[in-house]
């Protein structure tokens, strides 16, 4: 193990995680409004949230979970120079994102058709808001993976490369966190 090793390695580029921290405030932000907000209309978050599917919920909490360890294993592989097995997990990763996206319309059509929208009341204003900015993170993200898979195409994984490789899965692993507690927010917080 080199001294650098054993020191630690923070993945990517610092300007990564200058971004994501950013990120994080402002969703550290929307995190506390909704918390105040909920206990302030304890009833109102109650309801709403009895309205969500958490079916809906838990199977883009396995999606985002699955495509963030796809992810993380794509950089292991190409730690080891492993190109196809590097293409292979961006690309799932790529499609678990996908399928987040056609559950998103599902849970959402579902919602129209109960007629509950941003008008509703604020619970569910909260909700189309918060899940949409995530949701646009998800499109974001899913251009990242595009990237990163094309990308690691030719192989040769090492320095600016790898870090470049890090960089974009780090973010990934913002939008799998972001949603971990928008879905404990929101479906499971909802409830008690």
């Keep these: 193990m080199s001294d650098s090793d054993s020191k630690g390695h923070i993945p990517g580029e610092a300007g990564i995680w200058l971004f994501i921290a950013g990120d994080l405030v402002m969703f550290s932000v929307l995190f506390v409004i909704f918390l105040v907000y909920r206990a302030d209309q304890l009833a109102v978050c109650q309801e709403g949230h009895a309205r969500l599917n958490q079916t809906w919920g838990l199977v883009n909490t396995i999606l985002m979970l699955t495509s963030s360890w796809l992810v993380a294993t794509a950089i292991q592989a190409a730690r ?14 790529l499609l678990c994102g996908f399928g987040f996206i056609v559950v998103k319309v599902f849970e959402y059509s579902e919602k129209i058709r109960a007629d509950l929208t941003l008008t509703s009341n604020d619970f569910f204003m909260l909700y189309f808001s918060y899940t949409g900015i995530h949701l646009i993170h998800v499109v974001i993200g899913m251009g990242v993976l595009t990237t990163l898979m094309l990308y690691s195409r030719s192989g040769k994984f090492a320095g600016t490369k790898l870090r470049n490789l890090e960089s974009g899965a780090s973010f990934w692993h913002l939008v799998d966190l972001l949603w971990i507690v928008l879905f404990a927010l929101l479906y499971l917080v909802g409830a008690r």
């Design 80 to 93: 080891r120079q492993m190109t196809r097995v590097v293409v292979t997990c961006f690309g799932l990763a």
